[in-house]
């Protein structure tokens, strides 16, 4: 079978070859056009590369959606005294969100050529793949792709005949879903406990091994090839004014239609699910949505007239992240997920700050006890005032992320919360 | 307003009945996993054919690779796995970026992380053992205990759990005969539920060593496990009539061999000529093959 679905209201961009498998080879992906925009790049002064991507206005793809050329401007200019890195986040850990494996999967090259560019903009000479553990299938094949590069002269000490030398390391994580935060990542990089660091100093000045460092998504550094070649304006085409561009839409869950579908930014939340993704399975109604990896706030059925972008999404009370689209039917137990999704930060919480290491903890805790049907009265104050305290008081925002879904759900869903605590009161008072 | 081309019903169709392993397993249904061999990994080649001195130092560092074939006895930094280290710690600026894809290389050896081979990555890399330790246990894929041949670890986080992964879960542990996170009796697989992997459009999502195996349900799951039963490596060395020796009663607890060095569990010296080394006997000296415990159907 081919790529899993395609639909004809998608712009493909970035996912063009996906299901192709010849794209994967150098020879198969020069033929589409590959490396043509590096060599425009290298032609190119750094700078004026750096002002193609901040005009066409790309957003970080990994979820923070902050502008990527302007991130690059922060690097320093003329500093030829230290080493300058590019690290590629490829961690993708986000209970939704597959969009970054398919990307290192089906177009390696596609990956390896934004990397490229993306290192000769900042004047950096060593580039790292930080990729999770778990994806040994796309590091395989990430790994045979540098190795392709290499060879044909792409990566290494002459790039392309310019005389830059860019090196291109594939790093593999060990399993710690904070090590796609970005600061944790290169403490994990430099082979730490992937704890987050606090900033300032940020990366751009002090960043893996102590030198200046640019941390971008693989979808991110996946745009980049295109913006260069075709322009900014071309880009700016798609989206909104203050979200231009496609984006990959990872829709899982309930759905007719799972996987990626690469859609302008801004598309409506309710078209990709009943259009795009053929709507909910087995007939069924829609309870609630995730719009952006299970990191943000739940949306109910009636929310979801929504444009998919950054903004839009955060004027509804959630956030984009992602764009990892998690669907529940009306047959689901929004306590169990919310509980799932809370023991799963639990465990990754990396201990440092307390509010993270014994909020987490006691969520999982509390919500296990009213699932379980011992649930009391005061539990749902206990929540909302322990999640309360864990947002906005951490180094990182892990702490937040496990906080929004139990908040948000208890607005929303408050009677499946009651329901249990009225079924365990007689039961909790025998206890 | 849903739109549903003929094809996709098909397809829709087809995944209801769950043909038996309709799921390709590597890779879902999208891909050409290659699977590569012991000897594929077991080289140089492997960690990129760019030599460790020079500028070049790029390519990939380690994979991870989790071989079904797991040699706890075997030495680390040895052979090959000399010059793959050196590779690994070419690539980075300061030594201890190399910390993680050592460790992953030990694991790749040996099947898990001991204290020992902690040690040898602290010596390596001149960190103190305790700090080793540290980095090690922060991360979920480094095994601190022996593991079955095939680690199976099943995705039942929210997108996975929606469509059914508890069940999925279940039916492994039922299938393997053995509790959570335990090595099931034959050795061959221990079952563990795991986070996020990323694979959440194609539920459930089950890593089985290195392998994806997507859109897995509970009634495919014997016939994965038939066929990683026969997959798996065969034993080139028996249990020694020590080990075969005691049979458990029906009803009595089966006892879990201690050492995991013990030769019934390394390969010998013949399919891996770098591992073992002294700490296995020649092969003439070894007592004559015993009957296999059930389960290891290929011995």
């Known amino acids: ?431 | 307003m849903s739109r549903l081309g003929e094809g996709e019903k098909a397809y829709l169709m087809a995944e209801q009945k769950t043909p038996v392993l309709g799921n390709p397993g590597f890779a879902g249904e999208t891909g050409e996993f290659e699977h590569l061999t012991e000897a594929d990994v077991r080289g140089t080649a492997y960690v990129g054919r760019r030599p460790p001195e020079g500028r070049d130092a790029g390519g990939a560092a380690s994979y991870a690779y989790q071989l079904a074939s797991k040699d706890p006895g075997a030495r680390l930094f040895e052979g090959p796995y000399r010059e793959r280290a050196e590779k690994i710690k070419s690539r980075y600026p300061e030594p201890q970026g190399a910390l993680l894809p050592l460790l992953n290389l030990a694991q790749e050896i040996r099947g898990h992380v001991d204290a020992e081979a902690m040690a040898l990555v602290a010596e390596e890399l001149g960190l103190s053992p305790t700090y080793v330790r540290g980095v090690a246990t922060f991360y979920t894929m480094y095994n601190m205990q022996p593991v079955g041949d095939y680690l199976i670890q099943v995705c039942t986080n929210v997108a996975c759990n929606l469509c059914g992964a508890d069940d999925v879960m279940d039916a492994f542990v039922r299938g393997v005969g053995a509790e959570a996170g335990e090595i099931s009796f034959d050795r061959a697989f221990t079952v563990i539920e795991a986070e996020c992997l990323g694979a959440c459009g194609f539920p459930t999502a089950v890593q089985i060593n290195e392998r994806y195996f997507e859109n897995v349900t509970p009634a495919e799951v014997p016939h994965i496990l038939e066929r990683l039963r026969a997959e798996r490596p065969i034993r080139r060395r028996e249990p020694s009539r020590e080990e075969a020796a005691p049979v458990p009663a029906e009803g009595e607890p089966v006892p879990v061999p201690e050492d995991p060095g013990s030769p019934g569990r390394t390969t010998g010296p013949e399919s891996n000529p770098y591992a073992g080394g002294d700490r296995t006997p020649p092969a003439a000296s070894r007592p004559p093959a015993a009957d296999r415990p059930s389960g290891e159907g290929q011995g």
């Not at chain 1, 935060?181 to 091994?209: C, D, H, W, Y």
């Open chain 1, 1 to 431: 079978m081919a790529y899993p679905y395609r639909h004809e209201r998608e712009t493909r961009v970035l996912s063009e070859y996906f299901g192709d498998p010849e794209a994967r080879t150098l020879e198969g992906w020069k033929k589409r056009g590959g490396y043509e925009s590096l060599k425009k790049a290298l032609a190119m002064a750094p700078a004026e590369v750096v002002d193609i991507v901040k005009n066409s206005g790309l957003r970080g793809r990994g979820g923070a959606g902050f502008p990527t050329g302007v991130k690059w401007t922060f690097m320093p200019k003329d500093d030829s005294r230290q080493p300058h890195y590019l690290l590629i986040n490829a961690d993708e850990s986000e209970p939704g969100a597959f969009k970054d494996r398919e990307l290192c999967r089906w177009t390696p090259h596609q990956l390896i050529e934004g990397a490229l560019i993306g290192a000769y903009a900042i004047r950096a000479k060593h580039v790292y793949i930080y990729m999770r553990g778990e994806f040994f299938e796309p590091a395989q094949i990430v790994g045979r792709a540098i190795e392709e590069a290499y060879s044909a002269g792409i990566a290494g000490g002459d790039v392309m005949g310019s005389g830059t030398a860019i090196d291109v390391t594939l790093h593999l994580g060990a399993g710690a879903y904070i090590c796609g935060e970005e600061t944790a990542l290169m403490n994990s990089l430099e082979g730490r406990r992937g704890q987050p660091r606090i900033k300032p100093p940020f990366p751009a000045v002090m960043g893996a091994f102590g030198k200046p460092t640019t941390i971008n998504n693989v979808e991110t550094m996946c745009a980049v090839p295109h913006i260069v070649k075709n322009g900014a304006e071309w880009y700016r085409q798609w989206g909104t004014e203050k979200s231009p561009g496609t984006k990959l839409f990872n829709m899982s869950g309930h759905l007719v239609r799972r996987g990626n579908f690469e859609l302008p930014l801004g598309f409506n939340l309710r078209e990709l699910i009943y259009d795009v993704c053929g709507g909910i399975r087995d007939g069924r109604e829609l309870k609630a949505v995730i719009p952006g990896g299970s990191s943000v706030p739940i949306l109910a059925a009636h929310e979801i007239d929504i444009a998919m972008d950054y903004e839009s999404v955060a004027a509804a009370g959630s956030m984009l992240g992602t764009a990892s689209v998690i669907v529940m039917d009306d047959r689901t137990d929004m306590v169990k997920q919310v509980r799932r999704m809370v023991e799963f930060y639990a465990h990754e919480s990396c201990g440092q700050c307390t509010p993270c290491r014994e909020g987490t903890a006691w969520l999982a805790r509390i919500l296990r006890r009213i699932e379980g049907g011992y649930g009391r009265p005061e539990d749902l104050d206990t929540l909302l005032q322990v999640g309360s305290n864990m947002t906005g008081t951490t180094i990182c925002v892990l702490s937040d992320s496990a906080a929004a879904p139990v908040a948000s759900s208890i607005a929303k869903f408050r009677n499946e919360y009651d329901a249990l605590i009225r079924r365990a009161e007689p039961a909790a008072a025998a206890v």
